[in-house]
C-alpha cells in the first residue's frame, strides 16, 4: 500500500531534517567551545560512570598525599627530638666516663653530678616534645605531657598505640615514635639510669658496672629508635613517589575520558555546518511551492 506524499508531509520531514542538523550543530558547537566530551550524563552514560570512577580515585589519591605529607612533617619533628636525645646521651656517656676516672677529686665529680642532673631534665623535655600540639611518643594519648615529672619520670601514654597516616588502599605507616620503648618508664628508664648515676658521685660512691651497662643499653635504644624512623621516612619517601606518579596517569586517564581533541572537534564541526549548509540549500529547493500556488 502506498503511503500520500503531500506538501506537508514533506514540510514535516525537512523540518526535523534540519533540526536533527541543527542540534548535532548545537551540540559540536559547544564542545568546540569547552572542550568537553560529557556535558551531561545521558551524553555517553558508560564514560560518565567512568569519569566518576576515575575522580573518586583522584580524590582518594589526592588524600593519601596529603597523608605522607602530614606522615612526614611529624616523623621529621620526632627526628629532630631524636637527635637531640643522641646528643644528650652522648654528652652523658662522656661525663660519665670522665667520673669513672679515679684521679677525679671529690668537688669534680660533684660537678659532673649537677651537669648529669641538668642533662636528665633536658632529656626529660626532649621526651615531651610535641608536634601540633600533639605528643610526639605518648602514642595515641592526648595527654599535656608523655612523661610525668616524678622521680623518675613514668610514661603517661597509652602503651603499645600507634599515630598512624594511610599511604595507600592498603597501607598505613605509623607517623610517631615508642616513647615508652626509647626512653622507657619509671624505674629502669634512662632517667631513672642518669639520676642513679649522679646521686653515686654526688655520695661518692663509685660507679658500678650495672650503671654503666644500663646507661649503654639506654643510649642504644635511642639509636634504635631514631633507626626506626629513618626507615619509615624512606617508606613514606617511596610511597609518596609511587603516589605522584598514580595521581599523574589517573588525570591523564581523566582528561582523556572527559576531553575532546580540539582538531578533531574543529573538523567534525566544519563537516557539520557544510552538512547543515546542503540540507538548507535542498530543503530550499524542495519547498519552493507556496500557498500561492494553489490558488490560482
Do not use: C
Request: hydrophobic share 40%; glycine share 8%; aromatic share 4%.
Amino acid at each position: 500500500m502506498l503511503n500520500r506524499v503531500t506538501n506537508l508531509t514533506m514540510s514535516a520531514n525537512a523540518q526535523r531534517t534540519l533540526q536533527t542538523q541543527q542540534s548535532r550543530l548545537s551540540e559540536l558547537q559547544e564542545k568546540a567551545t569547552t572542550l568537553n566530551k560529557i556535558s551531561r550524563p545521558s551524553d555517553d552514560p558508560a564514560a560518565t560512570a567512568k569519569s566518576l570512577e576515575t575522580r573518586a580515585l583522584l580524590a582518594a589519591t589526592a588524600q593519601y598525599g596529603r597523608n605522607i605529607d602530614d606522615g612526614n612533617t611529624w616523623l621529621t619533628a620526632a627526628d629532630s627530638a631524636l637527635e637531640q636525645a643522641t646528643n644528650v646521651m652522648h654528652r652523658i656517656k662522656d661525663l660519665t666516663v670522665l667520673a669513672g676516672n679515679g684521679s677525679l677529686n671529690k668537688s669534680g665529680k660533684e660537678a659532673i653530678a649537677l651537669e648529669l642532673e641538668a642533662l636528665n631534665k633536658d632529656l626529660l623535655s626532649i621526651a615531651n616534645s610535641k608536634h601540633l600540639g600533639r605528643n610526639i611518643f605518648a602514642g595515641s594519648s592526648d595527654t599535656a605531657a608523655a612523661f610525668n615529672s616524678a622521680s623518675p619520670p613514668v610514661f603517661n601514654g597509652v602503651s603499645g598505640s600507634a599515630v598512624e597516616r594511610r599511604i595507600s588502599a592498603t597501607q598505613t605507616v605509623r607517623v610517631d615514635a615508642a616513647g615508652e620503648a626509647i626512653f622507657g618508664s619509671g624505674s629502669g628508664s634512662v632517667f631513672d639510669t642518669v639520676k642513679s648515676i649522679a646521686d653515686s658521685l654526688k655520695g661518692g660512691t663509685a660507679l658500678i658496672q650495672s650503671q654503666l651497662g644500663a646507661l649503654e643499653t639506654s643510649f642504644q635504644n635511642v639509636v634504635n629508635g631514631r633507626a626506626e624512623i629513618g626507615t619509615r621516612q624512606a617508606q613514606l619517601e617511596r610511597a609518596g613517589n609511587v603516589n605522584t606518579e598514580l595521581e599523574a596517569t589517573l588525570d591523564a586517564q581523566r582528561t582523556g575520558i572527559e576531553k575532546a581533541d580540539l582538531g578533531s572537534v574543529i573538523m567534525e564541526l566544519k563537516l557539520q555546518e557544510t552538512n547543515y549548509q546542503v540540507a538548507l540549500a535542498a530543503t530550499a529547493r524542495v519547498l519552493q511551492p507556496t500557498l500561492m500556488d494553489f490558488l490560482r
